[in-house]
């Protein structure tokens, strides 16, 4: 009171509330994706534990009261391994407030309702939950009818339609009230307005509910993205039904975007009519209608396989009329995406306009000038071992110095492109190639290779090729042989120096010294400091970072957390190890080598298997010890470092993303098939070395290739935000996912919409440099020509029935054309072996062969293989033998001399 007394004489007393809850109204990137892990929690629990408990007691006819069903569901989300939701551990979410359980004819749809000790009673029954993870809240509240009649229905339905209009109506920009005024005005057609709640929810995060930016009508604070809403629309007091009255209520945890409608984060949990409804005692119907049923949390990834032996949900009387993903799903999930292009393709035309370079910076400046590489300063520092007429490979100076009408030249090793060495008769030639101002720096206005010298001067006259000839095939051999060295040597230090350079200086890491600090200790690095068991240390979290102490190795290795862009935590539940992964905004060098990826692991099996000569007995003591053993020490580690983990984002601002299993899905981002597992931001590979960690954020689009009904496996590409620019082998344009299985392809799609990535769809493999060359080349003309539309496997078809077979000028430039770029990474290798023969068929199918095309395109049956033996049998023997061989054996035949 004191202070506050103190403060009063300076200055007069100010309400700082209302401020404080627009900071906490307006969330950043990592709040909004730790609101839909919340959302993903509550969603989950409901749709594998509320709904599934529900139908329990419905289908026994069981005696349950409000308050222990919701004790039941409460206990789910404290242990939501209940619901069968995975990368969750137990002691990590918290409810909201007590799950509300209401029916019988008493509603009230305040949030500050409880569950009664009624018996739950079929009818109208109202369900509602949160779930607070990493302190951040979310809600779902929904309305199941068991055997609804049909004023019910209706008033359901346009409780529904004024939901999705409030939702519609939550654009930035726009007042808070217009949200409410747009469900009220739908609501009014059916005369239902005046039932409805004084407010439709309000903002939610860090708190439960925030009464300055409740959504009602004298509310006209205006919405701004990155906002957070507890949408609850509730109608009540409705007493068409004969036996009680009843209310009515849907309730979503929704996310304000920077254009076009919101994210429903609890969209998992489907609100259609069809979906809450439920007919008891229906045994007909439920042989006709219920079929296999598609688990939206399954494609989801977060919850666990739990059907039964016959491979289809448990049969109920109380059945579920809606089965599988609903056309307005889908449709939901097309509109996104059309609205996600239109977006992205107003964004680029307004940065084109403004000249802005999609956030990356300009250029770094990596080109070195001729005259920095200097072979000699003067004559008399060239080799005494020089010999008249004879090339001479100085492997000190990296230089060559080579015979021109006599008189010794020394080249640099930078000005050496290429050399070989052919044969003809009885010499050897050998060809040497230099670098000129044409190769190095354009052709046709791009750049070609910007990572070799430049020219100072441009005019001056270059020499482009030097050819030797010798008859002795030994000396130009052992020259080629050490100019190659020399070269590859030359280039490989290069290639180290531009590495280090772009290494940034980090800051000192701030010790903590006088108390005790989270420590990981038995752990093993990737890059290793070491070898073998001395490849072991302590990883120790300080004030701003990490550092990996080695005493074996006699070394320490500092992470920032300032420098880390990703943290990774995954558990040893199929794999041999549990691991810490780091994927680092700059680069460190470990030893010798520059990595932006850092990794600590344990093992959790030992590397030893013990051999006998007895081969081990069916329930063996000696074995089921071992594997408990094995369990045990799984659990142990898996513990360890999730306490780690814990203990970490409790001292600093990391946060650590857990791969999600479910969603897992095998690939060859490289050369191999690997097991590849999405992430809140990332597709990750951790497990093999090198890791594959591709941030969803550095995202354009996606695309599906070759994805045919009669292909088992198909491609998705990732086109990189900053393909506008010229790539470099360090920063590339786009990166390529081959042989994913086609029952993949659903799941991916909805996990690429959620995560607000544009995604089209092909039936054949695109030349990936070709086409974003072509488009570098006249951006203006890209845009101005609906951007990427030219994907859209969709408007390709329209288009073809339309206008038949032509094409337009604009966009033949972004068909495939393998001709054009001989050193694409676009190759057979990408794909495994079976990939490969489909990629074969797809490209011999959909090419740009005009003669493929003809042979596709005639009626002409062809002829069997026996008619086509005969024909050349035929052929052969009215031509007759031709060589004088041939001759000399029919002679031979004959007798004839």
Not at 14 to 28: F, H, Q, R
Not at 138 to 149: A, C, H, K, Q
Not at 166 to 191: C, R
Request: glycine letters at 6%.
């Amino acid at each position: 009171e004191g202070v506050f007394e103190a403060c009063a004489e300076v200055g007069e007393k100010v309400n700082v509330a209302e401020a404080v809850g627009y900071c906490l109204a307006v969330k950043d990137d990592v709040e909004v994706g730790r609101m839909k892990r919340s959302s993903l929690i509550s969603a989950g629990v409901f749709q594998k534990y509320l709904v599934r408990q529900l139908e329990e007691i419905l289908d026994k006819e069981k005696k349950i009261t409000h308050e222990k069903f919701s004790d039941m569901v409460d206990g789910a989300i404290l242990d939501p391994t209940k619901a069968k939701i995975k990368g969750v551990k137990p002691g990590t979410v918290f409810s909201s407030y007590p799950p509300i359980i209401q029916s019988g004819g008493k509603y009230d749809l305040r949030p500050t309702a409880a569950s009664d000790d009624s018996i739950l009673h079929p009818g109208v029954i109202l369900a509602s939950l949160g779930a607070r993870n990493n302190f951040y809240c979310s809600n779902i509240g929904r309305t199941f009818l068991i055997d609804p009649t049909e004023k019910q229905a209706r008033n359901y339905e346009a409780l529904h339609a004024a939901h999705e209009a409030a939702l519609n109506a939550m654009l930035p920009g726009k007042p808070i009230s217009e949200v409410y005024d747009a469900a009220v005005a739908v609501l009014k057609k059916v005369a239902l307005h005046d039932k409805v709640t004084k407010n439709f929810g309000s903002s939610i995060g860090l708190e439960f509910r925030d009464s300055a930016w409740l959504i009602s009508p004298k509310n006209t604070k205006p919405l701004e993205p990155g906002m957070v809403f507890n949408l609850a629309i509730g109608v009540q007091d409705l007493d068409d039904d004969p036996n009680n009255k009843y209310a009515l209520l849907i309730a979503d945890t929704v996310a304000v975007n920077p254009s076009g409608p919101p994210d429903v984060l609890t969209s998992m949990m489907k609100k259609g009519l069809k979906v809450i409804s439920y007919k008891l005692n229906d045994e007909e119907d439920n042989e006709a209608e219920e079929a296999e049923e598609v688990d939206p949390l399954k494609d989801e990834g977060i919850v666990e396989n739990d059907d039964d032996g016959d491979g289809g949900r448990r049969r109920r009387k109380a059945v579920n009329t809606e089965t599988g993903e609903t056309a307005e799903a889908k449709e939901a999930r097309d509109k996104h995406q059309r609205a996600l292009a239109e977006r992205k393709l107003k964004e680029a035309r307004d940065r084109l306009d403004k000249g802005i370079d999609q956030g990356h910076g300009a250029k770094s400046s990596e080109e070195k000038s001729m005259n920095e590489y200097l072979a000699y300063k003067d004559p008399s520092q060239y080799p005494n071992l020089i010999k008249p007429r004879q090339i001479f490979v100085d492997m000190d100076a990296e230089t060559i110095i080579v015979p021109l009408n006599g008189i010794p030249v020394p080249f640099h090793i930078s000005m050496i492109k290429s050399a070989s060495k052919s044969e003809e008769g009885r010499h050897t030639y050998l060809r040497i190639n230099f670098h000129t101002a044409v190769s190095t720096n354009t052709i046709g206005g791009r750049t070609v290779n910007a990572k070799t010298p430049l020219f100072t001067d441009k005019k001056a006259e270059f020499l482009k090729e030097l050819n030797y000839r010798s008859a002795n095939s030994v000396n130009l051999s052992e020259t080629l042989r050490k100019i190659n060295d020399l070269c590859k040597r030359f280039k490989t230090r290069q290639a180290v120096q531009r590495e280090e350079e772009k290494m940034v200086e980090q800051d000192e890491l701030v010790l903590i010294r006088n108390q005790k600090i989270p420590t990981l200790a038995d752990v093993s690095m990737r890059p290793p400091l070491a070898t073998g068991k001395k490849n072991t240390g302590f990883l120790e979290t300080h004030k701003n970072g990490f550092r990996y102490r080695n005493s074996r190795a006699h070394g320490h290795i500092d992470l920032l957390f300032s420098n880390i862009q990703n943290a990774f935590y995954q558990e040893a539940e199929k794999e041999v190890i549990v691991l810490l992964h780091f994927h680092l905004k700059n680069p460190i060098k470990v030893k010798s080598k520059v990595t932006r990826d850092v990794q600590f692991y344990t093992e959790v099996v030992d590397s030893v298997v013990k051999l006998g000569d007895q081969r081990a007995r069916a329930y063996d003591r000696d074995e089921l010890e071992e594997e408990q053993r094995e369990r045990e020490m799984r659990n142990h580690l898996n513990k360890r470092y999730f306490r780690f983990t814990k203990a970490v984002e409790e001292l600093s601002n990391l946060e650590f993303d857990i791969p999600y299993r479910g969603l897992g899905f095998t690939g060859a981002p490289r050369s191999a098939n690997v097991f590849l597992m999405p992430t809140m931001s990332c597709i990750v590979d951790l497990i093999d070395w090198p890791p594959f960690v591709l941030n969803l954020e550095d995202v354009e689009i996606a695309h599906f290739e070759r994805v045919q009904f009669q292909l088992r496996n198909f491609d998705l590409v990732f086109v990189f935000k900053w393909f506008e620019k010229t790539p470099t082998k360090e920063k590339p344009e786009w990166t390529r996912i081959s042989s994913i299985p086609m029952q993949d392809l659903d799941g991916l799609k909805k996990f690429l919409d959620e995560q607000q990535i544009k995604y089209y769809e092909g039936t054949a493999n695109l030349n990936w440099p070709v086409t974003l060359r072509t488009i570098r080349d006249d951006l203006e003309s890209f845009y101005a020509d609906s951007g990427w539309d030219f994907l859209d496997l969709h408007t390709k078809v329209a288009g073809e029935e339309s206008e038949g077979s032509s094409i337009e000028s604009g966009d033949q430039g972004f068909e495939p054309d393998a001709s054009e770029d001989e050193g694409s990474d676009f190759s057979s290798s990408d794909s495994g072996s079976e990939a490969g023969s489909d990629s074969d068929i797809v490209d011999e199918l959909e090419g740009d062969s005009a003669e493929g095309e003809a042979e596709l395109e005639s009626d002409e049956e062809g002829e069997d293989w026996d008619e086509l033996e005969k024909k050349a049998k035929r052929s052969d023997r009215e031509k007759g033998p031709d060589s004088e061989e041939e001759r000399e054996r029919e002679r031979s035949k004959g007798g004839g001399g």
